[in-house]
């Protein structure tokens, strides 16, 4: 797998370098096609935003600008599609925020446990200042924030046992994203945190290399973790968006109108996303209960909002996100 990853990391570097793929021209009587990769499938809801976001801005620039989409991890991890990111080996890349906590510190206040009351106080951040000012923090390690996709409620499911109060997690291997926030997260809610990237966890619940995993209700069908994990219960620990992130040069180099136009699209594609997004989720949990014989169990959250405590108190202290946290707390309405 990583030989594979490798040679693909190096070809993408070739392709960058020596084809004339990805262009530096700023006229707009070009055609510049530019790549895009993120690790979900085909069939994922945000690969379809994604499509619509590729549509929209060629559509927007009279077709001067085109997307190519590259899917399913085919140029690697979340972590390997952001350093081609940054440096322009490819343009675009969709991933999780908790993928860029080690790129940019403000990022990790989107992996804090219950930081978002609810999907409404979600979304009304992530469309506020704060989200376009956390986007500009990496243009300085070579990419910046473009817009933000619903990645739903993260919930804990494992092979048989459901979790129902932070003690059901002791001794179990949980995996998380590589961040160090989630790690913490897991720790003091009494588990074993086993950080490692999307691609490998249904092997890794498969092997029982790990006990269970946390994410929203599509990992169950769309990856098919929900071939071997039973049990999915509603802890509701983390609202993590996705975060479309564009190589910075790139976008420097284009005309005004272009990036007009990407801005204009990567809104709109958010907006499309959020309606795909709501369908996806029934669909996907009621494929889970029928087709894969998953329970979903209601949980009482309080004893996990409590086990996090500590968590909150040091991101209102810590310089990186004291200011974002504080803003951020103060919109939500405490449900
Ligand atoms: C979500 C997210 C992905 C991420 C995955 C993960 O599904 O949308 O971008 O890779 O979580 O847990 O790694």
Redesign the pocket.
Same mark, same amino acid.
């Given at each position: 797998m990583k030989t594979w990853l490798s040679i693909t990391f190096v070809c993408a570097l070739i392709l960058t370098l020596f084809s004339g793929c990805s262009t530096t021209a700023k006229s707009e009587d070009k055609t510049i096609t530019m790549r895009l990769a993120?690790?979900?499938a085909e069939t994922h809801p945000?690969h379809k935003s994604l499509v619509e976001f590729a549509r929209l801005v060629e559509k927007k620039t009279n077709g001067s600008v085109k997307i190519k989409l590259y899917p399913n991890g085919q140029l690697g991890s979340?972590r390997e599609v952001i350093e081609l990111t940054q440096t322009g080996a490819v343009d675009f890349a969709? /991933?999780?925020a908790?993928?860029l906590e080690s790129f940019s510190p403000v990022y990790s206040l989107f992996s804090l446990p219950y930081l978002f009351d609810n999907r409404d106080h979600f979304y009304k951040v992530m469309k506020g200042p704060v989200a376009q000012d956390i986007y500009k923090t990496t243009t300085n390690v070579g990419f910046r924030g473009l817009t933000f996709y619903d990645?739903g409620t993260r919930n804990f499911y494992t092979k048989n046992k459901a979790i129902m109060k932070p003690a059901d997690l002791k001794g179990l291997k949980i995996r998380v994203?590589p961040s160090a926030t989630s790690i913490k997260m897991i720790e003091l809610m009494g588990g074993s945190p086993t950080p490692m990237?999307?691609g490998e /966890?249904y092997t890794a619940l498969q092997q029982g290399v790990i006990d269970g995993s946390e994410?929203?209700e599509?990992?169950l069908t769309d990856n098919n973790h929900g071939q071997v994990a039973k049990q999915y219960s509603y802890s509701e620990h983390a609202i993590?968006p996705?975060i479309l992130i564009m190589n910075n040069k790139k976008w420097n180099e284009l005309s005004q109108k272009q990036k007009q136009a990407i801005t204009e699209a990567a809104k709109e594609s958010t907006a499309f996303h959020k309606v795909v997004w709501e369908k996806a989720i029934d669909k996907a949990t009621k494929e889970a209960k029928t087709k894969m014989n998953v329970t979903f169990n209601k949980v009482d959250k309080e004893p996990f909002k409590k086990a996090v405590e500590p968590l909150h108190k040091e991101f209102a202290k810590k310089k990186a996100t004291a200011r974002y946290y504080k803003e951020i707390r103060t919109e939500g309405t405490g449900n």
């Open positions: 993120h690790n979900q945000v979340e969709k /991933v999780s908790s993928a990645a994203q990237s999307f /966890v994410n929203n599509t990992a993590v996705d």
